[in-house]
C-alpha cells in the first residue's frame, strides 16, 4: 500500500486513540482552531527550509506539512482520494489559464 494511503488510515485510527499517548489524538483533543495553527506554522517552516538550501531540512519540512494535511482533512471527514479527484479534475489545465478565466492577470 502507498505510504500516503496507509498514513491516512493510521490517522484515522489513531484519531480515538488517548491523546496522552498519540500526537493525532491529542491534535483532534485539542480541536480544529490548534490543527489549523499547525498546518500554517508547517507551511511556514517548509518556506523557509525551501530558502535554507538544505535539502533534508525541506524533505522534513515536506513530510511534516503532509502529516498534518492528512489529519486536518480527516477532521474534516474529507480523504486524499478528495484531493486526489480534485487534481485529476484539474490535468491538463494550465494554471495560467485557469487565473485567465477568472479575470486575473
Ligand atoms: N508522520 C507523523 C508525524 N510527522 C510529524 N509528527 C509530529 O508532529 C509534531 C509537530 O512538530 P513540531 O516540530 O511542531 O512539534 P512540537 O513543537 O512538539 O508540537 P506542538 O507541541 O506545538 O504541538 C511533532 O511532535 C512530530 O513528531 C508526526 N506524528 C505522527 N506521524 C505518524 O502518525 C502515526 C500516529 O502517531 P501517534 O498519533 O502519535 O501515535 C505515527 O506512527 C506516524 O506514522
Sequence with gaps: ?????H?????AQRRNASPDESYV???HAR???VIARKLGEEGVE???????GDD?????????????LLVAL?????A???????LARREGVSGLAEKASRGED
Design 46 to 52: 517548509a518556506a523557509v527550509a525551501l530558502l535554507s
Design 7 to 11: 498514513l491516512e488510515q493510521v490517522i
Design 80 to 86: 486524499l482520494d478528495d484531493v486526489r479527484a480534485e
Design 56 to 68: 533534508a531540512e525541506l524533505v522534513g519540512e515536506a513530510a511534516d506539512i503532509v502529516f498534518h
Design 25 to 27: 489524538a491529542k491534535l
Design 31 to 33: 480541536g480544529l482552531p
Design 1 to 5: 500500500m502507498d505510504i500516503l494511503d
Design 74 to 78: 480527516n477532521a474534516r471527514g474529507l
